[in-house]
């Protein structure tokens, strides 16, 4: 199963008003784990950076300046998510500032089903904190490099705690039920058996595993016990 992990960095709080995207991170998860593809770029946004905003990014219009429009990286993001299952942190806020951005230039709305880690840690721990820090400190995730917010670091932080909400590290099988608002889904534990590096050393003493051949012999050469005797392969 492929995910998507994404975050954006923008001018401000409201498409509406003129903000703008300055910068998209994603990473691909396959089966809820990183496989270090990533997609990283910073945005041009045509625009003066309010103060308020660089405080908490550090991207400056000058910087931005030399960078691509979001015109220019549209279809590479496409070709990068796919039709896959999109996961983010308070995921309203990105997404409408990826449709606003599409609208824009006349693209098509993402129609990707969305995963909100903030409302999957609200369900999980209702009386919260539920920032991205917060949830990096509940599950012991390392975020002493974030004294500045960024896409492609905050979506590498936040596929950390989405394998933490989802129930840690162990493989799921989710069983979806859907309707027209939502889709809710119930996460049953499977746990696989891990292979040691050098087996254990036999219980079994030399007259047991006589016998047992013995036994086995009795049975005809069919018998799967065959598979797992020595000298029997």
């Given amino acids: 199963m492929r995910e998507i992990v994404f975050d954006t960095e923008t001018t401000g709080f409201d498409p509406k008003?003129?903000?703008?995207?300055?910068?998209?991170g994603a990473l691909e998860l396959i089966n809820h784990l990183p496989?270090?593809?990533?997609?990283?770029?910073?945005?041009?946004p045509q625009r003066d950076m309010p103060e308020g905003a660089f405080s908490v990014h550090g991207l400056s219009e000058e910087f931005l300046s030399d960078k691509p429009l979001f015109a220019d990286i549209s279809q590479e993001f496409d070709d990068f998510i796919r039709d896959d299952v999109l996961i983010a942190h308070n995921a309203s806020f990105d997404m409408r500032f990826i449709h606003a951005e599409r609208d824009m230039i006349k693209k098509p709305r993402l129609t990707n089903h969305v995963i909100d880690t903030l409302d999957l840690a609200k369900r999980k721990h209702p009386a919260g904190p539920n920032s991205l820090d917060a949830l990096c400190r509940r599950y012991g995730i390392d975020n002493a490099m974030r004294d500045l917010h960024g896409a492609l670091l905050d979506s590498e932080l936040l596929a950390g705690v989405y394998l933490?909400?989802?129930?840690g590290r162990q493989t799921t099988l989710t069983l979806a039920v859907s309707d027209k608002k939502k889709v809710e889904t119930q996460s049953v534990s499977i746990s696989k058996a891990s292979v040691r590096p050098v087996p254990l050393a036999s219980r079994l003493s030399q007259e047991e595993v006589k016998a047992h051949a013995q036994f086995i012999d009795k049975l005809g050469g069919n018998v799967i016990w065959n598979q797992f005797l020595p000298n029997k392969q």
Wanted: proline share 0%; glycine share 14%; no cysteine.
């Fill in 164 to 167: 933490e909400l989802i129930g």
């Fill in 35 to 44: 496989t270090g593809v990533q997609f990283h770029k910073y945005i041009n």
């Fill in 17 to 24: 008003s003129g903000d703008r995207v300055v910068e998209i």
